[in-house]
């Protein structure tokens, strides 16, 4: 009898495992941007769906009665389904043109996705995606919401819904591969250790060298957010229009232009013509004199964008040789656009600061570091600048 009463609390024990394992895995999987819970609801059942040419699946959650998200008949669930599955074939069929999506899929950063009959975070603010950290460092899963697909008419439309589903991509790779770092503007910069170069070793370089010695320096000094944290809580510009995204976290204006920035400089540092037509900006970033370059928002002021040197009585010692650098900053001006004025007012085409194209963003950055970068210098604009600082 004792053995038999052993089986049957061993084969409970297993069960309770079991439904444990299960509960976990859904619960991980809808952790929130900041690795917070989110609302519970019933996860996804199945194996979920192919997409050919990809290694991840789709699955639905229809959700429950009486839920948050409320739920997706079964018509409304394939009709998203199939647009989610033929979205992302057309990415894939596409994917020179979606570099994000792309590098996503080539490192195997995606999880799943799973479609929802609506999308919320922890605080029960909805969205029309969520990327979230799954227990598998590295790794995330998309949730899309079917409400929003209908609402932005995209239900049978995959050619129009995948420029939309492509810009979740940039958080797809932020959230696999920077975890819970701090932000960047935080860190303390190593500037003993700042592998910085002369302006001849720099023009001797390859593209791709002086982009792997700009990777260095991010490491060690160069920042590309904003200090004063600006972009808190604020929206973002599609790019090539006037029509702003709503920040899904407090910090995703600051994290959106951080990629930005990023991808500019890079830019910047690998085309010969940059070298060629502004050799000043790429010198400038890699030799120790441009310490941050960021977008901001300044509402009190309506220039696009700024650059302040610090006076030469307080200029710092950087690098291993000890280089004597007045630290500047390149600021942008979130919502303002350029004027006839402007060295880089034909290449904007009347866009907002925030709403440039990566090839525009690299010429803004390049013309206002050449055009201004020794003039401020030898003047010190610093005591004028602390007036337009961002409040």
């Given at each position: 009898m004792s053995r038999w009463m052993s089986l049957g609390l061993w084969a409970v024990f297993l069960m309770?495992?079991?439904?444990?394992c299960v509960a976990a895995d859904s619960y991980v999987a809808h952790a929130s941007y900041d690795g917070q819970p989110a609302a519970k609801f019933q996860g996804p059942s199945g194996s979920g769906d192919e997409i050919p040419g990809l290694s991840f699946r789709v699955f639905v959650d229809r959700g429950m009665e009486g839920a948050v998200g409320g739920l997706l008949d079964q018509a409304q669930a394939d009709a998203a389904l199939r647009t989610v599955i033929e979205t992302f074939s057309y990415l894939n069929q596409h994917r020179h043109t979606y570099p994000r999506f792309d590098e996503a899929v080539s490192k195997g950063l995606l999880d799943r996705v799973i479609i929802q009959p609506s999308v919320h975070n922890h605080e029960g603010k909805a969205f029309p995606f969520l990327?979230?950290?799954?227990?598998?460092?590295?790794?995330?899963?998309?949730?899309?919401?079917?409400?929003?697909?209908?609402?932005?008419?995209?239900?049978?439309?995959?050619?129009?819904?995948?420029?939309?589903?492509?810009?979740?991509?940039?958080?797809?790779?932020?959230?696999?591969?920077t975890g819970r770092k701090p932000?960047?503007?935080?860190?303390?910069r190593d500037l003993r250790h700042a592998p910085i170069r002369t302006d001849k070793e720099i023009r001797a370089l390859s593209g791709e060298e002086r982009v792997r010695l700009l990777q260095q320096l991010f490491e060690t000094y160069l920042r590309t957010v904003d200090d004063q944290q600006s972009l808190d809580g604020q929206?973002?510009?599609?790019?090539?229009?006037?029509?702003?995204?709503?920040?899904?976290?407090?910090?995703?204006?600051?994290?959106?232009y951080d990629i930005r920035v990023r991808e500019a400089l890079q830019k910047i540092v690998r085309e010969p013509v940059f070298?060629?037509?502004?050799?000043?900006?790429?010198?400038?970033?890699?030799?120790?004199?441009?310490?941050?370059?960021?977008?901001?928002?300044?509402?009190?002021?309506?220039?696009?964008?700024?650059?302040?040197?610090?006076?030469?009585?307080?200029?710092?010692?950087?690098?291993?040789?000890?280089?004597?650098?007045?630290?500047?900053?390149?600021?942008?001006?979130?919502?303002?656009?350029?004027?006839?004025?402007?060295?880089?007012y034909t290449d904007t085409k009347d866009l907002l600061m925030g709403a440039l194209s990566t090839d525009q963003l690299a010429a803004v950055i390049t013309k206002e570091i050449q055009q201004n970068i020794v003039e401020k210098s030898q003047t010190g604009h610093v005591a004028q600048d602390a007036l337009t600082a961002p409040k």
């Open positions: 309770h495992v079991v439904v444990v990327v979230v950290r799954t227990v598998d460092p590295g790794r995330v899963r998309v949730l899309i919401s079917a409400l929003s697909m209908r609402e932005g008419r995209y239900l049978g439309e995959p050619e129009q819904f995948a420029p939309v589903l492509a810009r979740e991509f940039q958080w797809v790779v932020s959230k696999a591969e932000k960047t503007g935080s860190l303390e929206s973002y510009y599609e790019i090539g229009s006037t029509i702003l995204v709503p920040p899904s976290q407090p910090d995703s204006a600051t994290k959106f070298l060629e037509r502004t050799p000043l900006a790429v010198t400038s970033l890699l030799n120790g004199n441009i310490w941050n370059v960021a977008f901001v928002r300044v509402d009190q002021r309506d220039w696009a964008t700024r650059t302040r040197v610090q006076p030469a009585d307080k200029a710092v010692m950087v690098g291993v040789a000890g280089r004597s650098v007045q630290p500047a900053v390149i600021l942008i001006n979130l919502h303002r656009t350029a004027v006839p004025d402007d060295p880089f």
